[in-house]
């Protein structure tokens, strides 16, 4: 059912709505029916907010015997019938479940989509640059990484970023953190290590004390001088690099590029990823056809309608603006 002030109105927009794949969707669905699963989300998301305040998010537990390719796979494919036999759920009512699930796994599915494109070993170092709430309150998500990359022992996470300011306490001290991890990472001795943006601080020699601070990526990395590890890959998920925050990308950028660490940017929808990827280029930036500009395959599924637009939507992590490596 759609709703019109007058038939020349409708006239002008249901082309879009009815007929054809909606450009900005996903499975040719048209806007029509993307509408319809936006409701459908908002009635589940209200849901789960009165089972718990915690926005819903959802990973198996199951670790893959080896590294199995993302291409050709899709949300459906990956994760209904683990979330069916989960929550003891039919096929019928799947869908905002998955779609649900899909907004904090979009970022371990996208760094692995990266990894496609870039290189592992069996300690992996990886950076969020610009973290903020999202990144934070789905850590656990992460781990999803150690559960397709069997290979991969260790996994550790830098949180950077001026955003961090707000979450944790400025004068806050803490070590690096062996977060909790499945039972079975447990006992094969896998671990996920989570550290936020920091600085050293001199009264411990051995293990050094951290400090949450407002702190730009570049700004961090000069801090530790010879200490610095290049990470295997560093990224930044929907950055706002084209709006409101480009001035202050500018310096990490240039450090990123100059540095040759491996790097992905992600945006909400395709006019900032294309504005962003001119950015990177401009910036010297020699980037991966398949990393961008280009629509996400593991963007969430859980999408929102532009606000300021007639038609149109976006989600987390809806395209890839740009990736380089080193090299």
């Known amino acids: 059912m759609a709703f019109y002030c007058s038939q020349g109105h409708w006239d002008a927009v249901k082309n879009h709505h009815v007929r054809g794949a909606c450009e900005d969707g996903y499975d040719d669905l048209t806007q029509c029916q993307m509408n319809q699963e936006i409701q459908k989300d908002v009635v589940f998301a209200n849901i789960m907010a009165n089972a718990s305040p915690m926005e819903f998010s ?4 199951r670790i893959k015997p080896s590294w199995e390719s993302l291409k050709n796979k899709s949300w459906d494919s990956e994760y209904a019938s683990g979330i069916m036999e989960a929550f003891g759920l039919p096929v019928a009512v799947v869908g905002p479940f998955v779609r649900g699930a899909s907004i904090a796994l979009s970022m371990p599915m996208t760094i692995l989509h990266a990894l496609e494109h870039l290189n592992c070993d069996d300690q992996w170092t990886r950076k969020v640059l ?3 709430q999202l990144e934070i309150h789905h ?3 992460f781990e999803e990484i150690l559960h397709r990359l069997p290979e991969v022992k260790t996994l550790e ?3 950077c970023g001026p955003e961090l300011s707000k979450l944790v306490a400025s004068n806050e001290i803490i070590h690096d953190l062996d977060m909790e991890t499945c039972e079975d990472c447990a ?3 896998r671990k996920r290590v989570q550290r936020l943006a920091k600085q050293y601080v001199p009264q411990s020699p051995v293990i050094p004390l951290l400090s949450v601070i407002k702190r730009l990526y570049h700004d961090y990395a000069k801090s ?6 290049k990470p295997d890959l560093a990224v930044a998920f929907n950055s706002g690099l084209s709006a409101e925050d480009a001035s202050s990308w500018k310096d990490t950028i ?3 590029i100059t540095s040759k660490i491996p790097t992905v ?4 929808n395709r006019e900032e990823a294309e504005a962003e990827a001119r950015i990177l280029h401009s910036a010297g930036a020699n980037l991966i056809p398949e990393l961008g500009p280009i629509s996400n395959t593991w963007r969430s599924i859980s999408f929102k309608k532009e606000p300021q637009k007639v038609i149109g939507f976006y989600s987390v992590n809806g395209w890839l603006a740009g990736g380089f490596r080193s090299s």
Not at 58 to 61: D, H, K, L, R, S
């Open 187 to 189: 006992t094969l001795k």
């Open 224 to 229: 530790l001088g010879d200490t610095f590890m």
């Open 157 to 159: 996470l830098v949180f």
């Open 139 to 141: 850590a656990r998500i």
């Open 265 to 268: 940017f992600t945006a909400y």
């Open 58 to 61: 959802w990973a198996p537990e």
């Open 130 to 132: 610009g973290a903020s």
């Open 254 to 256: 240039s450090f990123l």
